[in-house]
């Protein structure tokens, strides 16, 4: 255990966000995503881990992860299948984390669009999400030099 870390952010999930640089993905994804499958292509090439719902995984990482300012995608979620301006409840869960750091509206990718993009992202951190369509992609940004 470790000060000012969440301790949802396990030891591996540490090693692939400090690896990340500038623009990488970070996938997160639900209990149904074929996460496996799909890590096999990532940068990282397996898949993470973090038994928690997506919004509690998307808010322990965004204490430590900068989103992208420079790309109109930096958050994105897989849209409804023949309901893409559909909102579920886990959506606007994550949403309000992403609120809560002063990060951007997430866009939707359809499904296929969405398995293409996680297949060429750094890594896939698997959750214990079981609602429906609890898929999200989130753009890395940069730490900035200090004052």
Not at 33 to 61: C, K, M, N, W
Not at 75 to 103: H, K, N
Request: charged share 20%.
């Amino acid at each position: 255990m470790l000060k000012g870390i969440d301790p949802l952010l396990n030891a591996d999930v540490l090693y692939a966000l400090r690896a990340m640089g500038h623009g990488d993905d970070l996938i997160i994804v639900d209990t149904n995503f074929p996460a496996e499958a799909i890590s096999q292509h990532t940068v990282l090439g397996d898949v993470l881990r973090i038994d928690a719902s997506a919004a509690d995984v998307v808010r322990a990482i965004l204490t430590l992860y900068p989103l992208d300012t420079f790309v109109d995608d930096t958050v994105s979620r897989m849209e409804v299948i023949g309901a893409p301006a559909q909102l579920e409840p886990v959506m606007q869960e994550v949403q309000a984390q992403v609120d809560v750091v002063g990060g951007p509206t997430m866009i939707a990718l359809e499904r296929f669009a969405f398995y293409d993009r996680a297949k060429r992202a750094f890594a896939v951190i698997q959750t214990q999400e079981r609602r429906l369509y609890g898929c999200f992609a989130l753009r890395k940004g940069v730490v900035g030099p200090d004052p």
